[in-house]
Nanobody
């Protein structure tokens, strides 16, 4: 399985970005992809995952309402729409799988990441 992120860049606070993660490999039907990020000097944290109890996307409180996960199964691509960006959202963003919330950061496959830099 290969995961390739794109869409990062420099944006002013309050702006928006949409990240993409293209997946390849087989099989992918039962895999769920989520988003993580790692800011300089900080631990990697999840920003979207899938609940095993109801299949819904979960977000941590500090991005809830601003970040939205979506997927296009036909294209094997997932997205992270990020609105109202803040300087503290600056990080390298990774997609990974299988991103069930119960797994935490214990993913089998990671992309190489894309840098998001939010200026104040």
């Amino acid at each position: 399985v290969q995961l390739v992120e794109s869409g990062g860049g420099l944006v002013q606070a309050g702006g928006s970005l949409r990240l993409s993660c293209a997946a390849s490999g087989d099989p992918l039907n039962n895999y769920v992809i989520g988003w993580f990020r790692q800011a300089p000097g900080k631990e990697r944290e999840g920003v979207s995952c899938i609940s095993s109890s109801d299949g819904k996307v979960r977000y941590p409180e500090h991005v809830k309402g601003r970040f939205t996960f979506s997927s296009d199964n036909a294209k094997k691509t997932v997205y992270l729409q990020m609105n109202s960006l803040k300087p503290e959202d600056t990080a390298v963003y990774f997609c990974a799988l299988p991103a069930l919330c119960d797994y935490g950061n214990n993913m089998n496959f990671w992309g190489k990441g894309t840098l998001v830099n939010v200026s104040s």
